[in-house]
Nanobody, 115 residues
Framework: VQLVESGGGLVQPGGSLRLSCAAS????????MSWYRQAPGKGRELVAF????????NYADSMKGRFTISRDNAKNTVYLQMNSLKPEDTAMYYC?????????WGQGTQVTVSS
């Protein structure tokens, strides 16, 4: 199983980024996918998750209305569109999948929101 995040970078407050997580090694379309983030000195927190078919998603309260999770099962990829970014969104962003026997994480992609 491999999860590879990309799309992070430095962005000004109010800006946007789209993160991608390319998955391989499992039947992507059968599993819920999640995005988490971890800011310096803080624990890892859930950002959003999306159902296997993309028909349902849920967000942490602080991301609602600004972030959108989506997936393309044909490309084995999950996305996180982040708009109206704030300095407090600065963190390492990870995608995650819970398979039957264990949980897998990607290596993360850094998002820095600063002027």
């Amino acid at each position: 199983v491999q999860l590879v995040e990309s799309g992070g970078g430095l962005v000004q407050p109010g800006g946007s980024l789209r993160l991608s997580c390319a998955a391989s090694g499992f039947t992507f379309s059968s599993y819920i996918m999640s995005w988490y983030r971890q800011a310096p000195g803080k624990g890892r927190e859930l950002v959003a998750f999306i159902a296997s078919g993309g028909e349902r998603s849920n967000y942490a309260d602080s991301m609602k209305g600004r972030f959108t999770i989506s997936r393309d099962n044909a490309k084995n990829t999950v996305y996180l569109q982040m708009n109206s970014l704030k300095p407090e969104d600065t963190a390492m962003y990870y995608c995650k999948v819970d398979l039957k026997l264990r949980t897998y994480w990607g290596q993360g992609t850094q998002v820095t929101v600063s002027s």
